[in-house]
């Protein structure tokens, strides 16, 4: 299996910034796709930032020209750069990255960080 260790939530003033990271362990083979998606209190998970295998990046509009999301190849890392943060960044961020792992068998897999909490304050 592929397991996810996420990294660099916090408490933050809003206009202020934050580094997320996302570090993937295991017999990886390849990985076809990295994303951050977060979750408000009272409020459906969402998609907030992708990066495919050929760094083609997709985010959500709430987001878009604030957050920047990157990819380390060699590392298996991910990472989202949140700047100009506002009270309704605030939410849980979890890290998802898909793609194969065990060279014998190349299995698919699609797995989750546990999550790291981003509070920004008014």
């Known amino acids: 299996q592929v397991q996810l260790v996420e990294s660099g939530g916090g408490l933050v003033q809003a206009g202020g910034s934050l580094r997320l990271s996302c570090a993937a362990s295991?017999?990886?083979?390849?990985?076809?796709?990295m994303a951050w998606h977060r979750q408000a209190p009272g409020k459906q998970r969402e998609l907030v930032a992708s990066i495919s295998s050929g760094d083609l990046t997709n985010y959500a509009d709430s987001v878009k020209g604030r957050f920047i999301i990157s990819r380390d190849n060699v590392k298996d890392e991910v990472y989202l750069q949140m700047t100009s943060l506002t009270p309704e960044d605030t939410a849980v961020y979890y890290c998802?990255?898909?793609?194969?792992?065990?060279?014998?068998?190349?299995?698919?897999?699609?797995?989750w960080g546990q999550g790291t909490q981003v509070t920004v304050s008014s």
């Open positions: 295991g017999t990886i083979v390849r990985i076809s796709a």
């Open positions: 998802n990255i898909q793609g194969i792992y065990d060279y014998n068998r190349l299995i698919r897999f699609d797995s």
